[in-house]
Structure formats: C-alpha cells, structure tokens
C-alpha cells in the first residue's frame, strides 16, 4: 500500500518534475527543490519573498508527509491550497472572523473565540478546537499563540498535517475532488476555482 502520511519510507517516489520544470522556465533536472517550489508558488501568486518561505517549507514537508508520493497528491494538495489562501496572498482570513463567534462545532466556546481563532495559514485553519488539536499534533502552542498559524513556513506545515490528518491523501489517489473540499471545507465553496486549479496544476505536470 502507498504510505498515507507522517514520514516516508525508504522507498521514495519517483515523481519528475521534467514538465513543471519547463513550465516554470526554471532549470529541468527533473527533481523537486527549493527553486522549482519558489516558481511554483511565485506562478500561483506569492510574492518572491514568500514563495521562498513557502518553497523552504515545502521542500521538508511534502516529503515527510507523503504528498510527493504521485502526481494526483501533490496537484490536489497545492490545487486545494492555491484556492484556501487566496493564491497565496493571504496566511490570514481578510474577515474579522467575528461570524465564528460561538461556533461550538469549531471550539469557540470562550468570547472572542471567533476573531482569535479565524483562518490562518495556506489551509485556513480555523477555531479554537482545530488551533489546539494541530499545536497539540506538531508541539507548538498554537491555542496561546494563534498568530503563529499565519507564519508561512509554519502554517504550511500545519496544512500538511491537516491534509494527512482527514485523509487527503488516499482521497487524492482517487482523485476524488469533491470529498477532499467537502473534508477542508465542510461544503463545496469554491468549487468551480479549486476545480480549476486542479486542472491547471494536473496540466503543468502532464
């Protein structure tokens, strides 16, 4: 069976990254780094400085997760991000987040929890529960410090657990678009754009 998450085995994937490469115009070697990442982000939407924290973050993080395991995971996982952040531009929700005050079913029991707890970071994550479950998983007390979610490098690895954590992975493989938004969204907002990016990241690589 594929590897699902948490850190990958011995046995990489074989993934080239020839055409993304020549779609980036950056140097074609075939292998995923620093550089091709930084193009990758900066093509989306980032700004340089940015895209180079991203791309630092994602150079560690995609493998450990598994997200470099086949082309479905890693087009789906960027696609789904692209769409979250607003192509990369925002690590922070432009709302106050005030609509999620009270939200029991995020965690937002206590005043202000709404406007603490708003969507950070390339996934947008969002509420108290979601802020202490993560901080909990990766050792950082995201519950005291919420502002830290929305550190690029940081809220990358966030989304990286998230997506492991729902099973994102396995869905990707079945390229099953639809559960994937449903399980970051809990809806289908966005549908048309993520569907789109999806589209545009599977044509970058083919």
């Known amino acids: ?28 070697d075939g292998k995923i780094g620093r550089g091709t990442l930084t193009a990758l982000f900066k093509k989306l939407g980032a700004n340089q400085s940015r895209a180079e924290e ?48 009270g939200r029991k079913d995020l965690g937002n029991v206590m005043a202000g929890d709404g406007v603490r707890f708003k969507g950070r970071g390339p996934i947008q994550l969002t509420g108290r529960a979601n802020y202490q479950k993560y901080g909990r998983a990766l050792g950082i007390d995201f519950e005291a410090h919420p502002e830290l979610v929305a550190i690029p490098s940081i809220g990358f690895l966030v989304a990286c657990k998230f997506w492991v954590n729902n099973g994102l992975n396995e869905l990707a493989d079945r390229d099953d678009v639809l559960t994937i938004i449903r399980r970051i969204n809990g809806g289908t907002n966005g549908l048309d754009d993520r569907k789109a990016n999806l589209t545009k990241i599977k044509s970058w690589m083919s």
Do not use: C, D, W
């Open 1 to 28: 069976m594929p590897p699902t998450g948490g850190f990958l085995h011995s046995k990489e994937t074989e993934m080239n990254f020839s055409n993304l490469q020549k779609t980036l115009g950056v140097a074609v």
């Open 54 to 101: 991203l791309a630092l973050a994602a150079n560690v993080h995609l493998k450990e997760y598994a997200i470099l395991y086949n082309e479905l995971r890693f087009a789906h996982f960027i696609a789904q991000l692209t769409h979250e952040s607003g192509n990369f531009r925002y690590m922070e929700e432009i709302a106050s987040g005030a609509a999620y005050e």
